[in-house]
């Protein structure tokens, strides 16, 4: 704890990735945001992870099926043992797709909106725009759907359905 509010601000940036707020690195820092509160509730919920990572897995399943051949959209890849925290695809024109869905009252997330090695944070790591042609292009496709546990099996339809249509008008 300090009384100085300087210090306090630069602590707080260092504790979430050296971000400001946002998904951008301004400087090298670590993922230290668990407190005291958020600990005692991680132990009340950690029981309940199982059933929370079943649930999300199916959302996914789901979200796979339904937007299987849709044209403008490709499914990121997860592993067998994905917790699908988040669900991620690559879409074109993702902005327009992101204001669509907006519209329709579908929230979505762009988790990594600039590849690392464009970050402040990480500017002195020698490399430019340009130079990590496919990590920057799959920064500007990314968007995660909605998805947490007992996220309603029609609101995820609804999500897909209106994916799907933003691509076929």
């Given amino acids: 704890m300090t009384n100085q509010a ?5 602590f707080r940036m260092l504790r979430d990735g050296g971000r400001k707020g946002a998904q951008i690195s301004f400087v090298a820092g670590i993922n230290s945001r ?3 509160m958020q600990c005692c509730y991680l132990r009340a ?5 199982p059933e929370w990572n079943a649930d999300r897995a199916r959302t996914a399943a789901l979200y796979d099926e339904m937007l ?7 499914r990121v890849k997860t592993s067998q043992e994905s917790v699908h925290h988040l669900y991620v695809i690559r879409a074109e024109r993702r902005d327009r797709l992101r204001e669509f869905l907006a519209k ?3 929230g979505t997330g762009v988790h990594y909106p600039a590849p690392l090695h464009l970050m402040p944070a990480f500017r002195d790591c020698g490399l430019r725009r340009g130079d990590l042609p496919h990590a920057e ?6 968007v995660s759907l909605p998805l947490w546990p007992y996220l309603p099996e029609q ?11 933003f691509y076929e008008k």
């Fill in 34 to 36: 668990l407190d005291e």
């Fill in 68 to 74: 299987a051949g849709c044209a403008g959209v490709s």
């Fill in 137 to 142: 292009k799959a920064c500007r496709e990314i």
């Fill in 45 to 49: 919920f950690l029981p309940r992870l």
């Fill in 6 to 10: 300087g210090i306090a601000k630069r």
């Fill in 104 to 106: 329709g009252g579908i």
């Fill in 155 to 165: 609101a995820a339809r609804r999500v897909a359905e209106t994916v799907r249509a």
